[in-house]
Nanobody, 125 residues
Framework: QLQLVESAGGLVQPGRSLRLACTAS?????????IGWFRQAPGKEREGASCISHSNTTVNYLDSIGGRFTVSRDIAKNTVYLQMNRLKREDTANYYC?????????????????WGQGTQVTVAS
């Protein structure tokens, strides 16, 4: 059974950076799975933020993210990273990583079979 664990988020000042990690276990290789990063702000729907496919293609889904977020992976460590730069207050949310096997990136949460527990990121002064 594939399991995903996100690193701790935290409180970050606007304009600063934060890197989240999603470590996977119970499977063979990240090269077999596409990992999506989603976020959910209070009172809002869960939305797809970024993704790295099993073939190492990356995508940011939100215009509000633009080039501020970068997703990458370390195959040897079974870990996917979400580097978030120039954070804004509107980036405040609970962030989740999710996995789907052998398929392209998707911004749809229902497309993913495995989920981490989520980690809170709060951007405030």
């Amino acid at each position: 059974q594939l399991q995903l664990v996100e690193s701790a988020g935290g409180l970050v000042q606007p304009g600063r950076s934060l890197r989240l990690a999603c470590t996977a276990s119970g499977f063979t290789s990240l090269e077999d799975y596409t990992i999506g990063w989603f976020r959910q702000a209070p009172g809002k729907e869960r939305e797809g933020a970024s993704c790295i496919s099993h073939s190492n293609t990356t995508v940011n889904y939100l215009d509000s993210i633009g080039g501020r977020f970068t997703v990458s992976r370390d195959i040897a460590k079974n870990t996917v990273y979400l580097q978030m730069n120039r954070l804004k207050r509107e980036d405040t949310a609970n962030y989740y990583c999710a996995a789907r096997r052998g398929a392209a990136c998707s911004a749809s949460a229902v497309s993913y079979d495995y989920w981490g527990q989520g980690t809170q990121v709060t951007v405030a002064s």
